[in-house]
C-alpha cells in the first residue's frame, strides 16, 4: 500500500515542498512524466498539480495527503484535516488602498469595491467586521486594480510588501498568516494513517533539527556550574574533562530563539572556542 501525497506542480511551493521530502530522507525521481513520481525508498506517490486543485483531490481522495498553502485550504472550504505546519511558502492576506488615502479602519471598506482572488476569505472578514462591500473577483495582478479604476482596495498575499509598494499601495489590515501546511483526507484508512504517522515523525524531527544548533564550548572547570545554568540541552549537556587541566569541554542542543542571547551570556561565564553546528534530525 501507498500514501499518495499532492505537492504544487510548479511555482512557489515546489522547491521547498520536494526539498523537505528529501530532507524526510524520501528519494522522488523527478523522472520525464512530472504528474506523477514515486518514492524509491518510502510507500510513498506523489502527485504533481496545481495548489488550487490539492484540497478538492484530497477531500475526494484522490490523493491521501497534500502540501499547500493555509490561504488555499481556507480559501476553498474543503472537508479537509490540516495536520502539521511545514514552515516555508509563509505569506500574509492583506487587505491594501491607495497609498495616499486616509485610512481609519475597516469602516473606509463601506460601499468600496475590493478586488481579490479570495472572495470567500475576503467575505468572512467583512462579515466579521460588519461591513458591506463590493468583493471583485480577479484571478491575477489583483495589485493593478485600483490603478486601472477597477475597485478602491484589494486584498491579496503579501511577503516582502514590494508589489504592494511598487503600485502605489499601503497594506491596511491582515486577515490571515499562512504557510504552507499538510492536509489530509479525512477517512483516512488504518494502513495509510501508518505510513502518514511515520512521514510526521520525519517532518517533526526535521522541522525540529531546523529551530536547533549544538554547540560545543571549553569551560574553565571553576566556571562550569555557571555555564551549565545557562544551557537548556535535552536533557543535559555533555561534560567531558579537556588534556589541558582545569578545562572541560561541554556539548549541547540550543534552540535558534534563544541561541544569540545565550551565546553572549555563555562567553560573559568565560566560555572559550565557542562552535555551532547544524543538526541535521532531531529525535527526542
Ligand atoms: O500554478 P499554481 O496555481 O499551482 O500556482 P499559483 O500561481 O496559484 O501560486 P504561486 O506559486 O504563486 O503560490 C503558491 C503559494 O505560495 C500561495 O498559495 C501561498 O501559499 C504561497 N506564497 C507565499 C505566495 C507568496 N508568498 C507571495 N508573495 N503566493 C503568492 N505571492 C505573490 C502575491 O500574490 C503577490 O503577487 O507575490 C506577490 C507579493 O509578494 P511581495 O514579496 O512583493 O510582497
Ligand atoms: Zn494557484
Request: proline share 4%.
Amino acid at each position: 500500500m501507498k500514501l499518495k501525497i499532492a505537492v504544487q506542480k510548479s511555482g512557489r511551493l515546489y522547491e521547498d515542498s520536494i526539498k523537505l521530502l528529501k530532507e524526510c530522507g524520501i528519494d522522488i525521481s523527478n523522472g520525464v512524466n512530472k504528474l506523477k513520481s514515486e518514492a524509491s525508498n518510502f510507500p510513498l506517490e506523489v502527485f504533481f498539480l496545481r495548489d488550487d486543485d490539492i484540497p478538492q483531490y484530497v477531500e475526494d481522495a484522490v490523493a491521501d495527503i497534500g502540501f499547500v498553502g493555509e490561504n488555499v485550504v481556507y480559501e476553498k472550504k474543503k472537508k479537509v484535516d490540516v495536520v502539521e505546519k511545514l514552515g516555508f511558502g509563509k505569506c500574509r492576506l492583506s487587505i491594501a488602498v491607495g497609498k495616499g488615502d486616509v485610512y481609519t479602519g475597516v469602516n473606509f471598506l463601506q460601499g468600496k469595491r475590493i478586488a481579490t482572488s479570495y472572495p470567500v476569505l475576503v467575505q468572512d472578514f467583512l462579515d466579521k467586521n460588519g461591513v458591506t462591500a463590493d468583493i471583485h473577483e480577479i484571478s491575477g495582478s489583483v495589485e493593478i486594480a485600483p490603478g486601472i479604476g477597477l475597485a478602491e482596495a484589494i486584498c491579496d498575499l503579501v511577503s516582502s510588501g514590494s508589489t504592494l509598494f511598487m503600485n502605489g499601495l499601503k497594506e491596511t489590515e491582515t486577515i490571515l498568516q499562512s504557510q504552507c501546511v499538510l492536509i489530509k483526507n479525512q477517512q483516512l484508512a488504518v494502513p495509510l494513517q501508518e505510513i502518514l504517522n511515520k512521514l510526521l515523525f520525519r517532518i517533526q524531527s526535521v522541522k525540529k533539527a531546523k529551530n536547533n544548533k549544538y554547540i560545543l564550548l571549553n569551560a574553565p572547570n571553576d566556571k562550569l556550574d555557571e555555564i551549565i545554568g545557562l544551557l537548556p540541552g535535552m536533557k543535559s549537556p555533555t561534560v567531558l574533562p579537556l588534556a589541558e587541566k582545569g578545562w572541560s569541554s561541554v556539548h549541547s542542543v540550543l534552540s535558534e530563539s534563544e541561541f544569540w542571547h545565550i551565546i553572549e551570556k555563555l562567553k560573559e561565564a568565560g566560555a572559550q572556542g565557542i562552535l555551532v553546528v547544524p543538526i541535521e534530525k532531531m529525535i527526542i
